[in-house]
């Protein structure tokens, strides 16, 4: 039976001259309860109200628009253990869209398509009903890693999307992203490396996958096995950030056209990145004395990035907002 801890920063930690390797919530999909809303559909948690992945398998409630169950607790395609969790995407009912797409901003950038097969954590209570995102992590993590089995319609493409958040602002964050099928290959596991952009500690885990993708054109009945979560973190290894103002942006807000402008002096090369709201990487640049860096982001969705310049002896990392 897989081993199952109830949270990361109390449970026992193996330290090595490395890394630290620990298990979160349920990270082998063995604890399952029926749907507070939905009793045939399964969601793989602890209950309503509880800490954990949950779902939208409750759309499939008649008055929230009876939308197929997209996340379903299987025995014949295991990793290890009893069970592991299928996500498969499928189109909602419009009833449902109009209530949950919206849900989406706050971690994609944007609101959800029609077609969906998600799976998220945190505390959720569907009769109050509440959400409260995220696990409780006050660790600075370097990795998140799953095994998994994917199986798209067409060229779809599987997602997994981690953030660190300190009272709900980005720390760090990284992206996998697949649209290879498994296929014979079986179980595949993924690593996702976690890329910070502030200093603060953070106070919550954040984890999404989706069967399909989030930012193209998701197809229905794309499927996504996942099983065995695990996370790695250094010991006494931090990177360095600055604390100082030491660039300019504008204009800010903007419309994805905009300068990043810096008073460094020294004659190493200077690196500019842009990161979405789950640290996503989505521009780079990197010169040596050049005062000014001039970004177009003005194709990807509107919301809000992170600016990170690197001269090479500091970092600093300041918020644009895309509108």
């Known amino acids: 039976m897989k081993k199952k801890l109830l949270l990361l920063v ?10 630290v390797q620990a298990q979160i919530i349920n990270p082998g999909f063995e604890t399952w309860s029926a749907d507070a809303l939905v009793p045939t559909a399964m969601d793989p948690n602890t209950g309503n109200g509880s800490t954990g992945w949950w779902d939208f398998n409750l759309y499939n409630y008649s008055t929230l628009g009876s939308s197929p169950i997209s996340v379903k607790r299987v025995t014949d395609t295991v990793h290890s253990g009893t069970y592991a969790v299928r996500i498969e995407s499928q189109v909602y009912t419009p009833t449902s869209w109009g209530i949950y797409n919206s849900y989406g901003i706050p971690f994609i950038g944007h609101a959800y398509n029609d077609t969906l097969g998600i799976l998220f954590n945190g505390n959720v209570n569907v009769i109050t009903p509440s ?54 290959a079986g179980w595949q596991q993924a690593t996702i ?75 190493k090369p200077q690196t500019v990145e842009i990161y979405d709201v789950v640290g996503e990487l989505v521009y780079s640049e990197t010169n040596v004395n050049k005062t000014t860096f001039n970004i177009d982001i003005s194709k990807s969705p509107k919301g809000i990035y992170f600016v990170k310049f690197n001269d090479g002896e500091k970092v600093t990392t300041e918020k644009i907002v895309v509108q």
């Open 193 to 267: 490396n976690f890329t910070y952009i502030s200093p603060s500690t953070p106070d919550t885990l954040y984890v999404l996958y989706s069967a399909a993708s989030l930012d193209m054109s998701p197809k229905a009945h794309s499927v996504l096995w996942v099983d065995d979560v695990t996370v790695t973190f250094p010991t006494g290894v931090e990177q360095i950030v600055g604390e100082e103002n030491a660039i300019e942006i504008f204009p800010n807000p903007s419309n994805g056209n905009f300068a990043v402008s810096h008073t460094t002096n020294g004659k």
């Open 131 to 184: 959400y409260k995102p995220g696990i409780p992590c006050n660790i600075k993590l370097t990795q998140y890693k799953f095994w998994y089995q994917y199986k798209p319609n067409g060229n779809d493409t599987a997602e997994c999307r981690v953030a660190l958040l300190s009272s709900g602002t980005l720390v760090a964050g990284g992206v996998f992203k697949t649209n290879v099928p498994t296929g014979v």
């Open 10 to 19: 109390s449970c026992s930690l193996l330290f090595s001259s490395h890394f």
